[in-house]
C-alpha cells in the first residue's frame, strides 16, 4: 500500500471538546435510545459502544469491515451485536470533518432525532471541535471504482477534494427529477445538506412494518409522500429536499471506509446497500486508492458532469 507525501502544513486529526448526549426513538426499532458522543484520543477513530450489552461485540468501529448490506439504513455487526441507521451521524461527524469520537448507545440503533443530520451537527458545535496533535489521514482516490445496477450506479473518481454529485427521479411529482452537486465542507454542509430529512411513500408504511422496520417513523421524523402530495404540513426545508438528503446519507456511508476521502463521488439512484459495496470495492483494491495528509489550503474540485438516466425509478430513502 502506497502513502502520499506529507504537505508541509497539514490539516490535524480532529475530536470533540467535550462530551455531549441526546435521546429519541429508532427510525426502525421504535426503541427509546440514549447516546452519548466522548472526545476521543488521535487514531481512535469512529467507534460504537452497545452499553446494554456486555461482551467484546459491544464495542464496534464504524468501518466498512463492520458494515452489513440492510434495508434502507446503514447497519454495523460485530459477534452478533448490531447498530443500525448510522448514517446521519456519521454524516455529520463526516461533514464536520471529526476524526476520533466514540459513541456510547443504550440500544441497537442510532435515534432518529427528525430525520436529518441537524440535531447532530448540533451536538457537535455545542460540544466544540478540538484539533489534536497527529496529521490527518485520506484517503485518495487513484482511479475510478464503481458498482452498477440496472439504472443505478455509485462511482468513486479521483479529484483534489472531496466532492459529491446525485441524481435522482422519481414518479411522484412530488420528487420528480432532481440533480446536485457540492464540495464538502464544514460551512457548506451545515447549511446546504445537514437539514435534509428522510423520506419515504405512505403506501410503503405498512409493508416495512412487517419487516420490523419505520415502526419509529412518523411525520416530525421524515418527509412522507401521498402519491404526489407531502403530507407534512410544515412542507420541505429546501426545494430539493429529496436530493439533498441522498448526498447527506452518501456522506455517511463512505466513512466507512475509515477516513475522509479525496475524491468525487457520483451517484445515480443508489442507496445504502450500493454505497457500502462501492467502499467495499475500493477498499479492496489497493490499487484504486493511496494514504494522504491534506494540506491546509486546499484547491475545489472541479464539477464532474453527469447525465441521468430517463426511465424513473420509485425507492424510498
Keep these: 500500500m502506497k502513502t502520499a507525501t506529507a504537505a508541509t502544513r497539514v490539516q490535524k486529526q480532529k475530536t470533540l471538546k467535550s462530551a455531549i448526549n441526546c435521546s429519541g426513538v429508532g427510525l426502525h426499532s421504535g426503541d427509546k435510545v440514549i447516546m452519548t458522543l466522548?472526545?476521543?484520543?488521535?487514531?481512535?477513530?469512529?467507534?460504537?459502544?452497545?452499553?446494554?450489552?456486555?461482551?467484546?461485540?459491544?464495542?464496534?468501529?464504524?468501518?466498512?469491515?463492520?458494515?452489513?448490506?440492510?434495508?434502507?439504513?446503514?447497519?454495523?455487526?460485530?459477534?452478533?451485536?448490531?447498530i443500525a441507521t448510522i448514517e446521519h451521524l456519521m454524516s455529520a461527524l463526516a461533514g464536520f470533518g471529526i476524526d476520533n469520537c466514540t459513541i456510547d448507545i443504550s440500544a441497537g440503533e442510532v435515534p432518529v432525532m427528525d430525520g436529518s443530520a441537524a440535531p447532530f451537527v448540533f451536538l457537535i458545535e455545542c460540544a466544540g471541535v478540538l484539533e489534536q496533535n497527529a496529521p490527518k489521514r485520506a484517503i485518495r482516490i487513484l482511479k475510478e471504482v464503481r458498482d452498477d445496477e440496472e439504472n443505478r450506479s455509485g462511482i468513486l473518481s479521483p479529484g483534489e477534494d472531496f466532492s459529491v454529485s446525485f441524481a435522482i427521479d422519481f414518479e411522484s411529482q412530488a420528487i420528480g427529477r432532481q440533480e446536485l452537486y457540492m464540495e464538502v465542507r464544514a460551512n457548506r454542509y451545515k447549511q446546504e445538506i445537514s437539514r435534509a430529512r428522510t423520506f419515504g411513500f405512505l403506501h410503503e408504511v405498512d409493508q416495512m412494518r412487517k419487516m420490523g422496520l419505520a415502526r419509529g417513523g412518523s411525520l416530525d421524523n421524515a418527509i412522507v409522500i401521498n402519491g404526489d402530495e407531502i403530507m407534512n404540513e410544515s412542507g420541505l426545508r429546501y426545494a430539493n429536499e429529496f436530493v439533498r438528503h441522498?448526498?447527506?446519507?452518501?456522506?455517511?456511508?463512505?466513512?466507512?471506509?475509515?477516513?475522509?476521502?479525496?475524491?468525487h463521488y457520483h451517484g445515480v439512484r443508489t442507496g445504502h446497500a450500493q454505497t457500502y459495496r462501492l467502499v467495499h470495492k475500493l477498499m479492496n483494491d489497493n490499487s484504486a486508492w493511496e494514504w494522504a495528509t491534506l494540506p491546509i489550503q486546499q484547491a475545489a474540485t472541479p464539477r464532474s458532469s453527469f447525465t441521468v438516466p430517463e426511465r424513473a425509478v420509485a425507492a424510498t430513502a
Design 38 to 82: 466522548h472526545p476521543a484520543a488521535p487514531g481512535t477513530g469512529i467507534v460504537f459502544r452497545r452499553t446494554d450489552v456486555a461482551g467484546k461485540g459491544a464495542v464496534i468501529p464504524a468501518t466498512w469491515k463492520y458494515a452489513i448490506e440492510s434495508p434502507l439504513c446503514t447497519t454495523l455487526v460485530k459477534d452478533g451485536v448490531k
Design 246 to 263: 441522498k448526498i447527506l446519507d452518501s456522506i455517511g456511508d463512505l466513512y466507512l471506509a475509515g477516513a475522509p476521502i479525496v475524491g
